[in-house]
T-cell receptor, first 116, second 114 residues
Framework: DAMVIQNPRYQVTQFGKPVTLSCSQT?????MYWYQQKSSQAPKLLFH???????NEADTPDNFQSRRPNTSFCFLDIRSPGLGDAAMYLC???????????????FGPGTRLTVL | DQQVKQNSPSLSVQEGRISILNCDYT??????FLWYKKYPAEGPTFLIS?????DKNEDGRFTVFLNKSAKHLSLHIVPSQPGDSAVYFC?????????????FGTGTRLTIIP
């Protein structure tokens, strides 16, 4: 089945220790998104890639970076995690095709990040 | 500033009855609205959507209603089944190609009582 895969599902890191979260997709979608969801809050878009074009949200902290080395993979790097960065991180993809009413987003299961 | 609001954090409904989940938005630029369903330990899965040019979209047991003048949408589930117990997120988008990012509400936890 075509899908969005996130690894690891659970990640524990220490305060200030860099961490990388991984997302891969077999859907061959053009667009990949990273969301942060804190407890009882709405998922919040951090940034997205349209193909190789990176689009950062205005309020995404500089501490968060992303890489997309190819169509299938996208990484979220947190350079110096703080306690406030503990959250569920969701990766999503969409086809990004023109001429359709809307390109729905398909989500992975998420990575829960704990910062000690 | 929360542009998409789900004011009911939780809702309990008897099996077989109608579940109605509500969502309000403030941004007039939103042109496309979606409902996502989320089970524990899984990512959100797309459920149903509606374009701003429509006021109703139906898919099996699920119907979404849109009232643009009131900036309000609702999701109706009839009849409700135990497997519908999940968190439901309302989301909105400008819908323009290349600008399809979603703004989510905080979710409503639906519990179906057998």
């Amino acid at each position: 089945d075509a899908m969005v895969i996130q690894n690891p599902r659970y990640q524990v890191t220490q305060f200030g220790k860099p961490v990388t979260l991984s997302c891969s997709q077999t859907l061959n979608h053009n667009v990949m998104y990273w969301y942060q969801q804190k407890s009882s809050q709405a998922p919040k878009l951090l940034f997205h890639y349209y193909d190789k074009d990176f689009n950062n949200e205005a309020d995404t902290p500089d501490n968060f970076q992303s890489r997309r080395p190819n169509t299938s993979f996208c990484f979220l790097d947190i350079r110096s995690p703080g306690l406030g960065d503990a959250a569920m991180y969701l990766c999503a993809t969409s086809r990004g095709a023109s001429g359709v009413a809307y390109n729905e987003q398909f989500f992975g299961p998420g990575t829960r990040l704990t910062v000690l | 500033d929360q542009q998409v609001k789900q004011n009911s954090p939780s809702l309990s409904v008897q099996e077989g009855r109608i579940s109605i989940l509500n969502c309000d938005y403030t941004n007039s630029m939103f042109d496309y609205f979606l409902w996502y369903k989320k089970y524990p330990a899984e990512g959100p899965t797309f459920l149903i959507s509606i374009s701003s040019i429509k006021d109703k979209n139906e898919d099996g047991r699920f119907t979404v209603f849109l009232n643009k003048s009131a900036k309000h949408l609702s999701l109706h589930i009839v009849p409700s089944q135990p497997g519908d117990s999940a968190v439901y997120f309302c989301a909105a988008s400008p819908g323009d190609f290349g600008n399809e990012k979603l703004t989510f509400g905080t979710g409503t936890r639906l519990t179906i009582i057998p």
